[in-house]
């Protein structure tokens, strides 16, 4: 049986708060933390094997960083139980959880990042949902086109 392709996402995160160093430490972590419904949403379509982005956003300048795989889906996230947390959410119970999480490994860093800028000046909206003016999503899906022309466009991996 033929192993299938893996979809490719793009995830976003602040180099400050978690950058793709950390992840480099840690070798995997939770991707927790998500408030949006449909970023949400996108994670739980998520399968093993799924590759993502990493994006450090909120920095200057931002831009694709390195490569994610998902190795573990549809997770309960606990920082919605977490009171001292500020992704606690009082309205999610154990029985009835709002918000979900993944839990990813770290791939690689490519040797220099692809900055939005350059994202911009080679992707439309529909070929690199990132592009859209406004997009604010932390979350995004990635076509295999456009993710199969970044790969070659970041080379090997640190």
């Not at 933390?33 to 093993?48: C, E, V």
């Not at 154990?94 to 990813?104: A, S």
């Amino acid at each position: 049986m033929a192993q299938q392709e893996p979809n490719y996402w793009l995830m976003k995160s602040e180099p400050d708060v978690y950058g793709i160093n950390k992840l480099k430490d840690e070798g995997k972590t939770l991707w927790d933390g998500i408030r949006n419904y449909q970023a949400r949403n996108f994670m739980r379509s998520m399968q093993i094997g799924d590759r993502a982005f990493f994006y450090h956003s909120n920095c200057k300048p931002p831009g694709i960083v390195g490569l994610m795989e998902v190795i573990n889906t549809h997770l309960t996230d606990p920082t919605q139980f977490d009171v001292k947390s500020k992704y606690y959410d009082p309205k999610s119970t154990v029985e009835k959880p709002r918000w979900d999480c993944v839990e990813l490994q770290y791939i690689g860093q490519f040797f220099s990042m692809i900055t939005l800028e350059k994202l911009r000046s080679i992707y439309s909206a529909e070929e690199l949902p990132l592009v859209r003016k406004g997009n604010r999503l932390s979350i995004i899906p990635v076509p295999k086109t456009t993710a199969n022309q970044l790969l070659i466009m970041a080379g090997d991996l640190k």
